[in-house]
Protein backbone atom coordinates (compact mmCIF):
# COMPACT_ATOMS: atom_id res chain seq x y z
CA UNK A 1 0.00 0.00 0.00
CA UNK A 2 1.44 3.32 -1.28
CA UNK A 3 1.97 5.47 2.20
CA UNK A 4 -0.68 8.55 2.87
CA UNK A 5 -0.07 11.94 2.03
CA UNK A 6 -2.58 14.08 4.39
CA UNK A 7 -5.56 13.66 6.66
CA UNK A 8 -8.27 13.65 3.48
CA UNK A 9 -6.50 10.75 2.30
CA UNK A 10 -6.41 8.66 5.60
CA UNK A 11 -10.17 9.44 5.38
CA UNK A 12 -10.34 7.55 1.29
CA UNK A 13 -8.37 4.83 2.51
CA UNK A 14 -10.42 4.56 5.71
CA UNK A 15 -13.93 4.63 3.47
CA UNK A 16 -12.65 2.05 1.04
CA UNK A 17 -11.16 -0.67 3.81
CA UNK A 18 -14.55 -0.69 5.48
CA UNK A 19 -15.88 -1.61 2.38
CA UNK A 20 -13.28 -4.29 2.08
CA UNK A 21 -14.23 -5.23 5.59
CA UNK A 22 -17.63 -6.37 4.45
CA UNK A 23 -17.03 -7.71 0.61
CA UNK A 24 -13.99 -9.45 1.91
CA UNK A 25 -12.75 -7.93 -1.79
CA UNK A 26 -8.93 -6.71 -1.97
CA UNK A 27 -10.34 -3.29 -3.50
CA UNK A 28 -6.81 -1.35 -2.33
CA UNK A 29 -4.49 -3.78 -3.21
CA UNK A 30 -1.56 -1.83 -4.37
CA UNK A 31 -2.81 1.28 -5.51
CA UNK A 32 -2.44 4.77 -3.78
CA UNK A 33 -5.35 6.59 -2.39
CA UNK A 34 -5.95 9.99 -2.32
CA UNK A 35 -8.35 12.67 -1.42
CA UNK A 36 -8.85 16.16 -2.65
CA UNK A 37 -11.75 19.35 -2.45
CA UNK A 38 -11.88 20.90 -5.43
CA UNK A 39 -13.32 24.44 -5.88
CA UNK A 40 -14.64 23.37 -9.57
CA UNK A 41 -17.79 21.05 -8.45
CA UNK A 42 -20.80 23.02 -7.52
CA UNK A 43 -22.95 22.52 -4.37
CA UNK A 44 -22.13 19.04 -2.78
CA UNK A 45 -21.12 17.59 -5.71
CA UNK A 46 -17.74 14.25 -5.90
CA UNK A 47 -16.36 11.88 -8.14
CA UNK A 48 -14.09 9.25 -8.12
CA UNK A 49 -10.93 7.91 -10.80
CA UNK A 50 -9.33 5.14 -10.28
CA UNK A 51 -6.32 3.22 -12.45
CA UNK A 52 -4.49 0.00 -12.26
CA UNK A 53 -2.02 2.58 -9.55
CA UNK A 54 -4.14 5.04 -7.75
CA UNK A 55 -7.76 5.97 -7.16
CA UNK A 56 -8.50 9.92 -6.60
CA UNK A 57 -11.83 10.78 -4.98
CA UNK A 58 -12.85 14.75 -5.73
CA UNK A 59 -14.87 16.37 -4.03
CA UNK A 60 -16.21 19.77 -3.39
CA UNK A 61 -14.78 22.20 -1.39
CA UNK A 62 -17.82 22.35 0.46
CA UNK A 63 -17.45 18.92 2.03
CA UNK A 64 -14.06 19.82 4.06
CA UNK A 65 -16.46 21.57 7.34
CA UNK A 66 -18.66 18.47 6.87
CA UNK A 67 -18.66 15.60 9.92
CA UNK A 68 -16.18 13.11 9.33
CA UNK A 69 -18.61 10.18 9.21
CA UNK A 70 -20.86 12.11 6.69
CA UNK A 71 -17.61 11.91 4.00
CA UNK A 72 -16.88 8.40 4.99
CA UNK A 73 -20.49 7.93 3.98
CA UNK A 74 -20.04 9.16 0.41
CA UNK A 75 -17.07 7.91 -0.41
CA UNK A 76 -18.31 4.11 0.65
CA UNK A 77 -21.16 5.29 -1.84
CA UNK A 78 -18.81 6.22 -4.52
CA UNK A 79 -16.89 2.58 -3.90
CA UNK A 80 -19.90 1.12 -4.11
CA UNK A 81 -20.78 2.29 -7.29
CA UNK A 82 -17.16 2.43 -8.63
CA UNK A 83 -16.78 -1.51 -8.06
CA UNK A 84 -20.53 -1.91 -9.19
CA UNK A 85 -20.41 -3.74 -5.25
CA UNK A 86 -24.55 -4.99 -4.10
CA UNK A 87 -26.26 -5.36 -1.17
CA UNK A 88 -24.02 -3.29 0.76
CA UNK A 89 -24.82 -0.51 3.26
CA UNK A 90 -23.07 1.13 5.89
CA UNK A 91 -23.90 3.39 8.96
CA UNK A 92 -22.11 6.08 7.39
CA UNK A 93 -23.68 5.75 4.24
CA UNK A 94 -26.96 6.32 5.29
CA UNK A 95 -25.62 9.10 7.54
CA UNK A 96 -24.75 10.64 4.40
CA UNK A 97 -28.15 9.92 2.56
CA UNK A 98 -29.82 11.34 5.42
CA UNK A 99 -27.54 14.66 4.83
CA UNK A 100 -28.39 14.66 1.56
CA UNK A 101 -31.97 14.31 1.88
CA UNK A 102 -31.74 16.96 4.84
CA UNK A 103 -30.15 20.00 2.74
CA UNK A 104 -33.09 21.68 1.21
CA UNK A 105 -34.38 21.89 4.98
CA UNK A 106 -31.66 24.74 5.66
CA UNK A 107 -31.14 26.24 2.07
CA UNK A 108 -32.93 29.56 1.44
CA UNK A 109 -35.92 30.20 -0.60
CA UNK A 110 -35.92 33.61 -1.80
CA UNK A 111 -35.46 33.37 -5.99
CA UNK A 112 -38.49 32.87 -7.59
CA UNK A 113 -39.09 34.01 -11.19
CA UNK A 114 -42.46 35.40 -11.16
CA UNK A 115 -43.65 32.49 -14.07
CA UNK A 116 -42.88 29.26 -12.27
CA UNK A 117 -44.16 30.87 -9.72
CA UNK A 118 -47.45 31.56 -11.11
CA UNK A 119 -46.87 27.52 -12.50
CA UNK A 120 -45.65 26.43 -8.49
CA UNK A 121 -48.91 28.23 -7.19
CA UNK A 122 -51.18 26.26 -9.58
CA UNK A 123 -49.30 22.89 -9.21
CA UNK A 124 -49.21 23.37 -5.33
CA UNK A 125 -53.12 23.98 -4.89
CA UNK A 126 -54.07 21.65 -7.23
CA UNK A 127 -51.79 18.67 -6.45
CA UNK A 128 -50.58 19.43 -2.79
CA UNK A 129 -53.29 21.05 -1.15
CA UNK A 130 -51.55 24.43 -1.54
CA UNK A 131 -48.87 22.69 1.41
CA UNK A 132 -46.05 22.40 -0.39
CA UNK A 133 -43.57 24.36 1.01
CA UNK A 134 -41.98 26.90 -2.39
CA UNK A 135 -38.36 26.10 -3.37
CA UNK A 136 -36.48 28.57 -5.46
CA UNK A 137 -37.73 28.26 -8.73
CA UNK A 138 -35.46 29.76 -11.59
CA UNK A 139 -35.28 29.42 -15.43
CA UNK A 140 -31.80 27.72 -16.11
CA UNK A 141 -30.16 27.50 -19.86
CA UNK A 142 -32.20 26.62 -23.22
CA UNK A 143 -32.59 22.59 -23.31
CA UNK A 144 -34.88 19.91 -24.74
CA UNK A 145 -33.27 17.11 -23.91
CA UNK A 146 -32.72 18.66 -19.81
CA UNK A 147 -36.71 20.19 -19.04
CA UNK A 148 -35.62 20.69 -15.69
CA UNK A 149 -34.24 19.30 -12.23
CA UNK A 150 -34.47 19.53 -8.51
CA UNK A 151 -31.51 20.29 -6.83
CA UNK A 152 -31.89 18.94 -3.22
CA UNK A 153 -28.85 21.04 -2.05
CA UNK A 154 -29.92 24.19 -2.61
CA UNK A 155 -33.86 23.81 -2.76
CA UNK A 156 -33.92 25.00 -6.20
CA UNK A 157 -36.29 24.14 -9.27
CA UNK A 158 -34.14 24.83 -12.63
CA UNK A 159 -36.24 24.57 -15.60
CA UNK A 160 -35.70 24.64 -19.61
CA UNK A 161 -36.19 28.12 -20.66
CA UNK A 162 -37.67 26.50 -23.82
CA UNK A 163 -41.16 26.94 -21.24
CA UNK A 164 -40.60 31.09 -21.02
CA UNK A 165 -43.48 33.38 -22.08
CA UNK A 166 -45.85 30.22 -23.34
CA UNK A 167 -49.60 30.97 -24.26
CA UNK A 168 -52.12 29.92 -21.67
CA UNK A 169 -53.01 27.57 -23.42
CA UNK A 170 -49.66 25.84 -23.21
CA UNK A 171 -48.88 26.39 -19.89
CA UNK A 172 -50.09 22.89 -18.35
CA UNK A 173 -46.56 21.70 -20.20
CA UNK A 174 -44.80 23.99 -17.50
CA UNK A 175 -47.24 22.75 -14.85
CA UNK A 176 -46.19 18.82 -15.55
CA UNK A 177 -42.70 19.57 -15.99
CA UNK A 178 -42.84 21.75 -12.53
CA UNK A 179 -44.97 19.11 -10.62
CA UNK A 180 -42.35 16.44 -11.91
CA UNK A 181 -39.96 18.49 -9.92
CA UNK A 182 -41.77 19.03 -6.90
CA UNK A 183 -42.32 15.08 -6.09
CA UNK A 184 -38.51 14.59 -6.38
CA UNK A 185 -38.89 17.36 -3.79
CA UNK A 186 -41.65 15.43 -1.95
CA UNK A 187 -40.16 11.90 -2.26
CA UNK A 188 -36.25 13.01 -2.27
CA UNK A 189 -34.47 9.58 -3.29
CA UNK A 190 -33.68 6.17 -2.07
CA UNK A 191 -29.56 5.27 -2.49
CA UNK A 192 -29.10 1.53 -3.55
CA UNK A 193 -25.52 -0.21 -4.63
CA UNK A 194 -24.45 3.77 -3.76
CA UNK A 195 -26.63 4.81 -6.60
CA UNK A 196 -29.52 7.34 -5.94
CA UNK A 197 -33.36 6.00 -7.11
CA UNK A 198 -35.50 8.51 -7.51
CA UNK A 199 -38.55 7.32 -9.92
CA UNK A 200 -39.37 5.03 -7.87
CA UNK A 201 -42.62 3.13 -7.99
CA UNK A 202 -44.22 5.67 -5.44
CA UNK A 203 -43.02 8.93 -7.59
CA UNK A 204 -44.63 7.47 -10.88
CA UNK A 205 -47.97 6.44 -9.23
CA UNK A 206 -47.86 10.35 -7.68
CA UNK A 207 -47.00 11.31 -11.58
CA UNK A 208 -49.85 9.95 -13.17
CA UNK A 209 -52.35 11.81 -11.57
CA UNK A 210 -51.06 14.77 -13.14
CA UNK A 211 -52.20 13.06 -16.67
CA UNK A 212 -55.40 11.55 -14.61
CA UNK A 213 -56.72 15.13 -13.62
CA UNK A 214 -56.16 16.18 -17.09
CA UNK A 215 -57.54 13.07 -18.26
CA UNK A 216 -54.95 12.67 -21.30
CA UNK A 217 -51.33 10.93 -21.28
CA UNK A 218 -49.30 13.98 -20.82
CA UNK A 219 -46.27 12.77 -21.39
CA UNK A 220 -46.88 11.74 -24.92
CA UNK A 221 -48.55 15.16 -25.29
CA UNK A 222 -45.36 17.15 -23.69
CA UNK A 223 -43.50 15.03 -26.56
CA UNK A 224 -45.21 15.58 -29.58
CA UNK A 225 -45.38 19.25 -28.22
CA UNK A 226 -41.60 19.44 -27.73
CA UNK A 227 -41.12 18.00 -31.60
CA UNK A 228 -43.38 20.91 -32.89
CA UNK A 229 -41.41 23.21 -31.13
CA UNK A 230 -38.43 22.10 -31.86
CA UNK A 231 -39.86 22.07 -35.65
CA UNK A 232 -40.50 25.79 -35.31
CA UNK A 233 -37.20 27.01 -33.97
CA UNK A 234 -35.55 25.02 -37.13
CA UNK A 235 -37.96 26.98 -39.28
CA UNK A 236 -37.27 30.08 -37.83
CA UNK A 237 -33.35 29.53 -37.90
CA UNK A 238 -33.47 28.47 -41.12
CA UNK A 239 -35.34 32.04 -42.15
CA UNK A 240 -32.82 34.50 -40.59
Known amino acids: MAPLDNLSDKIALKAMMNIEFLTTKDLVQ ?38 EDIQIGLIESL ?33 HDPELEESFDRVNDKFFNGMMEKP ?3 FASESFRKLGSYEYSTNTVN ?35 GRHQAHTTVFKNDEKKFSDESGTDMEKELNAWLRGKKYSLRRMFKWW
Open 159 to 193: ISTIFQGLPDDEKRFLDYVIYHELLHKKHTFNVKN
Open 30 to 67: NRRVSLKYSGHFTNYNANVRYTQNHVEFNLSGMWKTID
Open 79 to 111: VVRMFKIKSVSTSNMKLYESFMKGLSKYAKSSD
Open 136 to 138: NLV
